[in-house]
């Protein structure tokens, strides 16, 4: 069985093409989702890609969490079905609030498109399973607003329950707290990235094929439930 | 901008009763505010012998949008047809000059669409929103051909880079383009940025545009078929920019350009807003109105919005058309029709559709969420009839406004000073000698690696996506951008731009063919076969002669050389008027040039990502420095010959470059340009993280630093030498073996050495002081 894994296009999601062919590069079937559509059409897990949902209007993501295909997503996620979030999906999903934090601007006030390293934290969930702890990856950074921040006692929570799955390693190109370059819900089958992994998925169109990772990770994580 | 036009359309919905057709008839010699709108005095009169009549104010507002230069070429068009007079026999066009945009087959049944715009007024008036709606302007182009837009490019000049005014301009532009582009999901894959202090007060924007699409998909902007609908869609049609084609780019612009508050007669922003967000769902919605096959004709809505569009239709169309004015979704209510039809709000379309389409258009648009409208029908009279709540205000021939507007041949001369320019021969500029020569060379490599016209770039291209859409091959800042068109043959697309404004100002012929030649080369670089160009001719005012013999010798020169080396221009778009005062800037024709790879994953990058890899300079070296970045940089110098002009040389160059990539031969290739064999030397240095020892075989100050044309540097993949050698032979192209890649150092034997740490200090570190 091939496991179907749904891209989501909101008005103004951008990356929805790229996640839809890292599935298929991992070997899954990209399933394109439809904001409008209070449907998951049956898919093993849910990709919410990179973009400018609603152009960012009010707060990047804060219009799209209330998009219909959210209503069936949030309890669905809640119930165990693994969701990635990259980049605006990250957003999406922090005011979703299926994810602790928020994203803000750049610390550098400005757009910032980098091939850069992160380091893998927690390579037990289900986006994170084909990686080692510790392994660094070069991927892409591509926003204005990817600051991640949360309080004290958050960070302090999200540190001690293994909740960060990956850093910025050899420099922090944004300012987020505690150099966090993506989180992880506690049951780990929810989680959100500000670099893009499926920009790194083929050497001749990214900087390494490192994030292909991420999509065989949860492949197998389909395949084992 | 005053129009006293807007202002009485709008008093007109209250008190004064409108500017009919039958009002016109009946009040010849009321007096009309053509001046003010742009129009000569005897322009108005054609006007008014072509109606039979004078204007009313709506048909007024059409014909001075129309009959502007930015829209009607009136200055240039006499010169642009050798553009087609001169085109090499090519059966690659599948759309023209005179099309929204220029359609080349490159073969597997899939067409590229490619064009480069200026919107050099408004992004110095308003950097940020000026330049976003450059990028957006230049893709509702390529959106109108059938096309799916894949990527952007941008050409920027500025003012000196440490002027106060450029920190003003430069970062609103960079700002603009990337909200814009990154916004809209396209990925910017290079340009140019350059400065000079003759684009203080005119800073250069020019923004490029590649779409893709099957040949059966490609769309014209055509109103055919009477009875079809003719739908606007997108944004709602507000006050913004009206009349920016006839004032902003036009000579009254410094008078006129102010902006001010609303009310009776205020003057408004002729600059407009873009919405990349409503772009973004344009392009989707547009896409599967293609797929849906819905669509009879289809134009975008770009200078002299409404105006241009429903004339060009209509007028392409040879056809009619009726439009009822007041169905236009506005943001503003108080809008009149004089107006509407000239404002130049962003993200809208006109298409033409059958009734028996219309609905499923519409449910398209829709499930969009993008406003549409039918607005009017297509008529089988030959006249473009417009409405107002009942009231003709518009019944003039299409074509008139269209197609007929005034042409001028503007008078050149060569200037005064062209020849005491051409004799000031850098020859006699001091250059590093004596026992201290290679410390000297040494120095003066780093100096032009900072100076800001070829320090690193990163600071503006770290702003732009490269990566969306996952088929960016090559970006910045390698030689051009290679996009891959397909993902299961590696079929892509290559694409470069050049200019320059120092060697075009020496001479405006020569000039712009080194313009076209770079390009071409840039293109070649990468291995991919050049095939077409476009162009984005940047000038001051046509009406100083010497401006216009700066313009003739640059088409007639981009014209010869396009034929010499056998690629046709597609289309392009010309800018006057980029001068303050007398003072005109250089003649600045930016030129791109498309060319095909038909395999991306042989594609050669500029970096040195190999040790171990012998050198090769390919080419002819001579003694060329006028108007190179050595004599500007080292002593504030412009003057002399540019480098001579080879156009076989480049050719058998470019062949070589593209039959090696094909065949496997080489590991990295970078064209000579600007700074020259020393500047290329260490751009791959520092690029791929890898050094250099070469041994120069001459003058190691002219083989360093001289802009000879016609030569590019390459590192042969090792065991390859003897082949690359022997193809290097048989094509005629010289090829000197200078060194091999490895270390971390770049080493110029016999003269100096200096540390890649050292260079990537000097070569990086510009931009970021600069701005921040």
Not at chain 2, 216 to 229: E, I, M, S, Y
Not at chain 2, 400 to 421: C, E, H, I, K
Not at chain 2, 570 to 591: H, K, L, W
Request: charged share 20%; with cysteine; proline share 6%.
């Amino acid at each position: 069985m091939t496991a179907r894994v749904g891209v989501v296009t909101f008005p103004g999601s951008l990356d929805d093409h790229d996640a839809r062919r890292a599935v298929r590069l991992a070997g899954g079937l990209p399933v394109p989702l439809w904001h409008a559509d209070a449907d998951l059409r049956g898919v093993d897990a849910v990709v919410l890609p990179g973009g400018f949902s609603y152009g960012d209007y009010l707060r990047c993501g804060a219009i799209a969490r209330f998009a219909p295909v959210m209503t069936e997503l949030i309890p669905a996620a809640r119930a165990g079905l693994p969701v990635l979030g990259i980049c605006n999906g990250f957003q999406v999903l922090c005011e979703a609030h299926l994810l602790p934090g928020a994203l803000t601007r750049n610390a550098g006030l400005r757009f910032v498109t980098r091939d850069i390293q992160i380091r893998v934290e927690n390579a037990q969930t289900s986006w994170t399973s084909q990686y080692a702890a510790g392994q660094e990856l070069t991927v892409v950074l591509k926003s204005g607003e990817g600051a991640y921040v949360a309080d004290e006692a958050t960070l302090a929570d999200l540190a001690a329950r293994g909740q960060v799955l990956v850093r910025y390693a050899g420099g922090n190109p944004n300012g987020s707290a505690s150099d966090i370059a993506g989180v992880v819900n506690e049951a780990g089958n929810v989680a959100g990235l500000m670099p893009h992994p499926e920009h790194a998925v083929d050497a001749l169109t990214g900087p390494s094929a490192d994030g292909l990772g991420f999509f065989t990770s949860v492949l197998r994580a389909v395949v084992a439930a | 901008m005053s129009t006293d036009v807007a202002a009485q359309a709008r008093a007109g919905q209250q008190a004064v009763p409108q500017d009919t057709v039958s009002v016109a008839a009946a009040t010849p010699d009321r007096s009309q505010p053509y001046a003010a709108l742009g129009l000569t005095a005897a322009e108005y009169r054609k006007i008014a012998e072509l109606l039979g009549r004078r204007p009313t104010d709506a048909e007024l507002a059409i014909y001075s949008v129309m009959w502007s230069e930015h829209c009607s070429y009136k200055s240039s068009r006499r010169h642009l047809r050798q553009f087609a007079e001169k085109a090499p026999p090519t059966d690659a066009l599948l759309a023209g000059i005179g099309d929204n945009a220029g359609v080349v087959d490159i073969g597997q049944g899939y067409a590229v669409t490619f064009k480069i715009e200026s919107h050099n007024h408004p992004s110095y008036v308003e950097p940020f929103q000026g330049a976003a709606t450059g990028v957006g302007g230049i893709v509702r182009d390529i959106l109108a051909m059938g096309a799916r837009p894949v990527a952007v490019m941008d050409a920027l000049r500025f003012g000196p880079a440490d002027a106060p005014d450029t920190r003003r301009v430069l970062p609103g532009v960079v700002g603009g383009i990337s909200f814009y582009g990154n916004c809209l999901g396209l990925p910017n894959i290079g340009g140019e940025l350059a400065f000079d202090p003759c684009y203080a007060g005119n800073p250069l924007i020019n923004a490029l545009c590649v779409g893709v699409l099957r040949h059966a998909d490609l769309k014209r902007a055509v109103a055919t078929g009477t009875g079809n609908q003719v739908i606007l869609f997108g944004s709602r049609t507000g006050p913004d920019g009206i009349g920016g084609a006839s004032v902003l780019a036009s000579a009254s612009f410094g008078a006129s350009a102010s902006t001010g508050g609303r009310g009776e007669g205020a003057k408004r922003p002729s600059v407009q807003v873009g919405d990349p967000f409503m772009e973004k769902l344009l392009v989707e919605c547009c896409l599967e109105l293609y797929a849906a096959d819905l669509v009879v004709g289809i134009q975008d809505l770009g200078a002299a919005g409404v105006a241009c569009a429903t004339t060009e239709l209509a007028a392409g169309g040879k056809s009619g058309m009726t439009v009822r004015l007041d169905a236009v979704p506005l943001r503003d209510a108080s809008l009149g029709p004089a107006e509407i039809l000239m404002s130049e709000s962003q993200e809208r379309m006109m298409a033409i559709v059958t009734p028996a389409d219309a609905s499923r258009f519409l449910a398209i648009c829709a499930r969009w969420e993008v406003p549409a409208m039918v607005i009017g029908e297509v008529t089988d009279t030959g006249r473009l009839e417009m409405t107002w709540h009942g009231e003709r205000v518009v019944d003039i021939p299409p074509g008139t406004a269209a197609d007929d507007g005034p042409v001028y041949d503007r008078p050149a001369r060569r200037p005064d000073g062209q020849d005491a320019l051409a004799a000031d021969d850098p020859a006699r500029l001091a250059r590093p000698s004596g026992p201290a020569r290679g410390t000297g060379l040494r120095a003066t490599l780093l100096a032009l690696l900072a100076a800001p016209d070829a320090a690193d770039k990163t600071w503006v291209t770290e702003q732009y996506d490269r990566y969306v859409r996952g088929d960016t091959v090559l970006a910045m800042p390698h030689d051009a951008g290679v996009i891959r068109v397909d993902e299961a043959t590696g079929l892509g697309v290559a694409l470069a731009t050049d200019g320059n404004g120092r060697y075009c100002l020496l001479d405006p012929y020569a000039g712009t063919q080194l313009a076209l030649a770079e390009a071409y080369r840039n293109v070649a670089a990468t291995g991919a076969r050049p095939l077409a160009v476009t162009n984005c001719l940047n000038f001051g005012s046509p009406e100083d002669p010497a401006v216009m013999w700066q313009f003739t010798e640059a088409v007639r020169g981009l014209a010869d050389g396009c034929l010499a080396l056998g690629v046709p221009v597609t289309g392009g778009n010309v800018s006057f008027y980029n001068q303050t005062g007398a003072d005109a800037i250089q003649p600045t024709p930016v030129i791109g040039v498309l060319g095909v790879h038909d395999d991306v994953r042989r594609r050669l990058s500029s970096a040195f990502g190999q040790s171990e890899a012998s050198l090769m300079l390919l080419g002819e070296t001579r003694t060329e420095l006028g108007g190179s970045l050595w004599a500007r940089v080292q002593h504030g110098h412009l003057g002399g010959r540019p480098p001579a002009v080879d156009l076989a040389a480049e050719q058998a160059l470019a062949q070589v470059l593209v039959t090696a990539a094909g065949r496997g031969l080489l590991a990295a290739a970078h064209d000579l340009s600007d700074g020259g064999l020393g500047a290329a030397l260490a751009e791959s240095c520092l690029a791929g993280g890898v050094g250099a020892t070469v041994t120069l075989p001459g003058d190691d100050f002219t083989f360093l630093f001289s802009e000879s044309a016609s030569r590019a540097l390459v590192a042969v993949v090792p065991g390859r030498e003897a082949s690359f050698t022997t193809l290097c032979a048989e094509a005629g192209v010289p090829a000197a073996t200078i060194g091999t890649t490895g270390g971390s150092t770049l080493e110029v034997a016999g003269s100096f050495s200096v540390s890649l740490e050292e260079l990537g200090r000097a070569h990086r570190g510009t931009l970021p002081a600069l701005f921040g």
